[in-house]
């Protein structure tokens, strides 16, 4: 079972507790098995043949480069603790259920007044400006009542939050110092899988600021992991613990590759999977909060999927790159500028897109009022599309189900979709089928068809009766069937095999 441990990587708690502690489900342990360790009078490889002067050389070279690294970036990474209010819910249900406030006064001299409790949680933070902006994660300084920055130097100063984006979890903070050394942005373009990083932060306690690890880039684009709503991370295996959240990634030139936040693992410590907020995002962000304290994003008004080998085939692709719109929303930018449902998004002004996820990022980057260059492919024909985007009210993105292995039976019963049971089923459709049954073991199982699914189109063709899916069905000249469905209120495409 996965756990995400969140920053401080979690919360830290410095007053004795880690609150990250309920995260761990489970302990993992490893032993090797038959493994050989040589005893001291057993000379190994390594002891009979010295190591060549040009490999020596390359790892003194390496050690430096490690060395020149930390010596520029550590001036600008500050430890945060942020002082936040925990609600006395032992004084509650004391209260409730054995007599009231009074109770609580008498014989626990518990002020009903003065049922908060205050925590202390440590996080890292970034220098970004010489003039005293920090940023760190949201979940770093959510509920804060004070904030205190101990900067490179020592000196500890308050901070204010000047605004906070939990979407991509940041948060841009402000100390009253000048002249302090913030860290150069990296490329995002540039950043590649495999490249050599390090992580700076405090983990797991005040005694270990500023420490320095070294990894890899495991992965770029990571998304869909649930850790934020709007999600592109870089993946590293440096190690990252409980305190670096909000710490920095940094390449071998020093400069920001992106901001830490979480980890992957089954017992709260590193495990080898890491993961940091791109700078593509961050300076999108924090450029919106230092501005005006608050992000704006842009919408389009499409509810998108990615497109499966199985919609690849069934809709004659030829990659299953991009993303494929389900549903365009009525008098939204996407429907005024001519998008229809089928059409794939393969770029956005200019950019290839690889998932829905892309897009999404892509498209809330823009300010609203600003025109996108959306190319699709529609009918197996690329075209391009202008869209003016508007402020957005945050873009929907398709629930998928997965594709049906090939089955003797469909596996379901359908009644016509009626008025009241489509405000029954919290659907705007007006006509479709709604699935009554779904057989266990059959091909609609296994395509994640459910109960209450209303399917308004086969094969692109619209379905306003049983009838007319039996009619389409028979009709139909391939074995795989395209299915537009809607599930409470959300639309999104399923294949299902006829076989």
Excluded: C
Excluded at 81 to 98: I, P, R, Y
Excluded at 186 to 206: K, M, N, R, T
């Amino acid at each position: 079972m996965k756990s995400f441990v969140f920053g401080m990587l979690g919360a830290l708690a410095i007053a004795g507790i880690v609150a990250w502690g309920p995260l761990h489900t489970s302990k993992v342990s490893a032993k090797a098995e038959n493994s050989y360790i040589p005893s001291a009078s057993t000379p190994t490889e390594a002891t009979q043949k010295p190591l060549g002067s040009s490999s020596l050389n390359a790892a003194k070279q390496m050690s430096q480069a490690f060395i020149e690294v930390s010596k520029r970036v550590t001036p600008s990474i500050v430890m945060i603790v942020n002082q936040e209010k925990l609600q006395n819910t032992l004084g509650d249900q004391f209260s409730d259920q054995f007599g009231g406030d009074d109770f609580l006064r008498r014989f626990f001299d518990i002020n009903p007044q003065q049922r908060e409790q205050i925590q202390k949680t440590l996080g890292s933070g970034v220098i970004v400006s010489s003039d005293g902006y920090i940023v760190t994660n949201n979940h770093v300084v959510e509920n804060s009542t004070k904030l205190q920055v101990t900067l490179p130097d020592g000196r500890r100063v308050s901070g204010k939050i000047i605004g906070t984006d939990p979407k991509t979890d940041l948060a841009l903070v402000k100390v009253t110092v000048d002249r302090l050394t913030p860290l150069e942005f990296a490329d995002y373009s540039q950043i590649q899988v495999g490249e050599w990083v390090l992580a700076i932060g405090s983990p797991f306690g005040e005694a270990l600021h500023s420490t320095v690890t070294a990894g890899i880039i495991s992965a770029k684009g990571r998304n869909n992991v649930g850790i934020a709503d709007y999600e592109d991370f870089l993946q590293t295996d440096a190690a990252i613990n409980p305190g670096n959240s909000g710490g920095a990634l940094v390449d071998l030139d020093g400069k920001l590759m992106g901001i830490n936040t979480a980890i992957l693992s089954a017992t709260g410590s590193n495990a080898g999977i890491g993961f940091a907020i791109p700078v593509s995002i961050v300076q999108n962000v924090i450029n919106q909060l230092k501005a005006s304290g608050h992000v704006v994003r842009g919408y389009m008004g499409v509810i998108i999927q990615d497109v499966t080998p199985e919609l690849q085939a069934t809709l004659k692709l030829q990659s299953a790159e991009g993303a494929v719109i389900s549903t365009v929303e009525k008098d939204s930018p996407a429907q005024k500028a001519g998008l229809k449902p089928y059409d794939v998004i393969t770029s956005v002004d200019g950019r290839p897109v690889h998932s829905n996820a892309e897009v999404r990022n892509l498209i809330s980057s823009f300010k609203p009022g600003s025109k996108a260059k959306i190319g699709i492919i529609r009918d197996g024909k690329p075209m391009t599309m202008d869209v003016t985007l508007v402020q957005s009210k945050e873009e929907k993105t398709a629930g998928g189900a997965n594709p049906s292995e090939r089955q003797e039976k469909l596996g379901m019963e359908l009644q016509s979709l009626t008025p009241d049971l489509a405000r029954e089923l919290g659907t705007e459709q007006k006509q479709g089928v709604v699935i009554t049954r779904v057989a266990p073991g059959s091909a609609a199982e296994e395509a994640g068809l459910q109960k209450g699914d209303v399917i308004f189109e086969v094969n692109r063709q619209p379905v306003a009766s049983v009838t007319d899916f039996q009619n389409i069905v028979t009709r139909a000249k391939n074995t795989t069937l395209l299915l537009a469905l809607d599930r409470q209120g959300n639309s999104f495409f399923v294949t299902l095999d006829m076989q």
